[in-house]
């Protein structure tokens, strides 16, 4: 005999039994929950919209005829899937796959005097190597999220003009009264030498971006369970299925994919922009230290690295080419926790913390010297004020 299926309606809402059910032979019994069917489907984004297709479907035709709530005959069912299948098909989110060779050749050329692409093309060189920003086939696209695409565009190209040191592609979507200054820039580039990233980790690192910005995406945040709802737990989801999605992962090693999920772990207990604005606490600081202890220096300048260049991308919709964010403003806040944070492991965390929020206070011309002073200077962050106001 076929197997049978018994108020299936009860996995997609609240149902009151209307029948008995009596054995008349013997037979295997399985059941399964609403709760544990809502867990089986989150495993896989794909399958959420078309279970709950379905479900709306079914249940608007059972209100026609609630009598068959019970058992629901095998005719009913096939119906409600025809239709489902003459509808709109779930799209394919697989993206174009990356040619191995390619990448290689653009990852070896990233500091060389002449690389292996026109810098003046390099948003549409991104789109050819990773297909996941490919504005027509891309997963991006293909969701619909064109500007969350040109963000992780904008964090790729600025990680980009960082590593060659070229200041005026990275600062060209600026206003020029805004613009990051010569002495600025050469701060950036001096944080850039510290780091140290070598070939696999600047490889490493532009995967990183360009799976980052998927995580923002609601129909992946659903599908995680609701205590694990965070951009880093999506990432690390990412990273360990949705290989045709996501596929430019595939050419990664285990290091380097340790290497991310590392460094997911320490984004998920320090926030950088949060520190900028003094909205975290000396704890979170002292969190980031404990990581950084436990995972080594590698991760932790990669880590620190990849932070800066997600800030970098923030305005990407309005330029993808560049950085418009990280003008003179910016990036001076950004270099000042960079410093503090720099001392991680040689300073107290707490005295780090706070030589962040008075090193604000004195480009703000601030007072920091009791108690109260460090109260409307860490609020000076939170506005955030400027020096001109």
């Known amino acids: 005999d076929k197997p049978k299926f018994l108020c299936e309606v009860s996995l997609y809402c609240k149902v009151l039994h209307i029948g008995e059910l009596t054995t008349q032979t013997f037979a295997d019994a399985l059941t399964l929950t609403g709760v544990d069917f809502a867990r089986c489907v989150r495993v896989s984004p794909k399958c959420i919209g078309l279970v709950y297709r379905y479900a709306q479907e079914l249940l608007v035709r059972l209100n026609a005829k609630p009598d068959c709530s019970e058992c629901i005959p095998e005719g009913f069912v096939h119906k409600v899937c025809e239709k489902l299948q003459s509808a709109a098909a779930p799209k394919d989110l697989r993206s174009p796959v990356p040619h191995a060779d390619s990448v290689a050749a653009f990852i070896a050329s990233l500091r060389a005097p002449e690389p292996a692409f026109n810098a003046d093309g390099l948003p ?45 592609r990275f600062t060209a979507p600026q206003p020029n009264a805004l613009r990051m200054h010569t002495d600025l820039w050469a701060d950036l580039q001096e944080f850039v030498k510290w780091a140290d990233l070598d070939e696999s980790e600047a490889h490493a690192m532009l995967v990183f971006l360009v799976i980052r910005g998927l995580c923002k995406l609601p129909s992946f945040l659903k599908a995680m369970p609701a205590d694990q709802r965070s951009q880093e737990a999506v990432v690390q989801k990412l990273l360990g299925r949705m290989s045709d999605e996501v596929p430019c992962k595939t050419l990664l090693s285990d290091e380097q994919i340790d290497l991310i999920e590392r460094s997911v772990t320490m984004h998920r207990a320090f ?119």
């Open 124 to 168: 549409n060189m991104l789109e050819h190597l990773f297909g996941e920003l490919d504005p027509d086939t891309g997963i991006y696209a293909k969701l619909g999220q064109h500007a969350e695409r040109d963000r992780a565009c904008s964090s790729m190209c600025s990680f980009i003009w960082l590593l060659r040191n070229d200041r005026a």
């Open 271 to 389: 926030n950088l922009a949060q520190f900028l604005q003094g909205e975290n606490t000396p704890y979170q600081v002292v969190e980031l230290h404990e990581f950084a202890e436990e995972y080594g220096t590698k991760v932790f300048k990669f880590s620190l690295f990849a932070l800066v260049a997600f800030m970098c991308g923030i305005r990407g919709a309005e330029a993808p080419s560049g950085s418009l964010i990280m003008d003179q403003a910016m990036a001076s806040g950004v270099m000042e926790a960079i410093r503090v944070l720099r001392e991680l492991g040689k300073s107290d965390p707490i005295v780090i913390y706070w030589g962040y929020i008075t090193a604000r206070a004195s480009r703000l011309g601030l007072s920091f010297n009791d108690d109260e002073d460090l109260a409307v200077a860490r609020l000076a962050c939170l506005i955030p004020a400027l020096p001109e106001s």
